[in-house]
């Protein structure tokens, strides 16, 4: 002990000088530490917590004091993440089709349980033999969620202009989806063709949200053309392969001055994440949620994958590294 009643120790690795007869309890406090939130080691031995008020500092302790820290940073809660497309605003980036279940109170139940605003519809002859026949309108209310035709099954222009045509003299819809499909065994996109009809329906009022090739390139010339979104397949439709070109589909996100929504191809719902990940401002889907053993759970599935995804994506990833980095500091060790 020194002559003015003082006690040398060190505290993690610093050197001072305290009062004598100090406990550990009081040395943490001085040091505006909380004794029931650290741990504390004395001479390399553990004091129990519980005993910190009753243990004396004495000259030459060496005294280390620990506390837990996070692993890693926090960042503040987010608002709403709303999207837009041709003027109109959704909460859900889920849009589903309505085609390949088992009825129509199954779809409905797909739709409810993913939380999709938007739903495609395809324009088919009325059934004049049994016009009394149930109806999608009788199970999804247009007033409540948004259809959106599309043309299926349309290998020329042509067919999908007249297609068109006929749904908004139908229900006076201009918001459309628009393919072209160039065969019957990939139906992958006609490209040439695709760009010819979104140009007429453009000038005709008509806005396009256009499913084509995963090329940045023809993306840009879509909605030079007047698309309202661009809609790049993941994968051969009905396929559930995943997204199988990434970085073209994350080129056509960086060059796009329109939504881009990922259309086709996705099979779980961790390609429904990826999809979100790399951009997207939404998906579409059909086939994944349709297929599935249950619907009605693949498409809360869905609903929960495309919510993660996209926070993920506004979160931003970390880099990536080619050696380990440890998430808990190095600094502070004892």
């Not at 000088?17 to 004794?35: F, H, Q, T, Y």
């Not at 692993?71 to 993440?81: F, K, Q, Y």
């Not at 009394?132 to 599309?150: E, G, S």
Request: charged share 25%; glycine share 10%; net charge negative.
């Amino acid at each position: 002990m020194h002559s003015d009643g003082t006690v040398s120790i060190i505290v993690n690795g610093e050197h001072r000088r305290v009062v004598a007869g100090l406990s550990l309890a009081d040395l943490a406090a001085e040091l505006g530490l909380i004794p029931e939130k650290v741990a504390v080691e004395r001479n390399l031995e553990v004091v129990p917590r519980s005993t910190l008020a009753q243990v004396r500092v004495e000259d030459g302790d060496e005294i280390e004091i620990v506390h837990f820290v996070g692993g890693g940073d926090h960042a503040a809660p987010l608002g709403d993440d709303l999207w837009s497309v041709a003027g109109k605003t959704f909460r859900s980036r889920l849009i589903v089709g309505t085609g390949k279940y088992k009825d129509f109170a199954e779809n409905a139940a797909a739709v409810e349980a993913s939380g999709a605003e938007i739903v495609t519809v395809a324009v088919r002859r009325v059934n004049v033999s049994d016009p009394k026949a149930p109806m999608l309108t009788d199970f999804i209310d247009p007033k409540r969620i948004t259809y959106l035709p599309n043309t299926a099954g349309c290998f020329t222009g042509e067919d999908a202009i007249r297609t068109l045509r006929l749904a908004r003299e139908a229900g006076g819809w201009d918001l459309v989806k628009l393919e072209v499909l160039g065969e019957a065994r990939t139906l992958y996109p006609d490209m040439v063709e695709t760009l010819r009809a979104t140009e007429i329906l453009a000038n005709e009022g008509f806005k396009p949200m256009v499913y084509c090739a995963d090329d940045p390139i023809a993306a840009k010339r879509l909605e030079n053309a007047g698309a309202v979104a661009i809609m790049p397949l993941g994968a051969p439709i009905g396929s559930g392969l995943g997204i199988q070109n990434p970085v073209m589909i994350r080129l056509i996100v960086e060059g796009a001055g329109v939504p881009v929504l990922v259309d086709a191809g996705v099979g779980s719902a961790s390609d429904a994440a990826v999809a979100m990940e790399l951009g997207c401002d939404g998906v579409l889907m059909n086939t994944a949620i349709a297929e599935a053993k249950n619907p009605v759970m693949m498409a809360t599935a869905m609903k929960a994958a495309v919510a993660a995804g996209r926070l993920s994506y506004r979160a931003g990833r970390m880099g990536k590294r080619r050696y380990a980095d440890p998430s808990s500091p190095l600094a502070g060790m004892i």
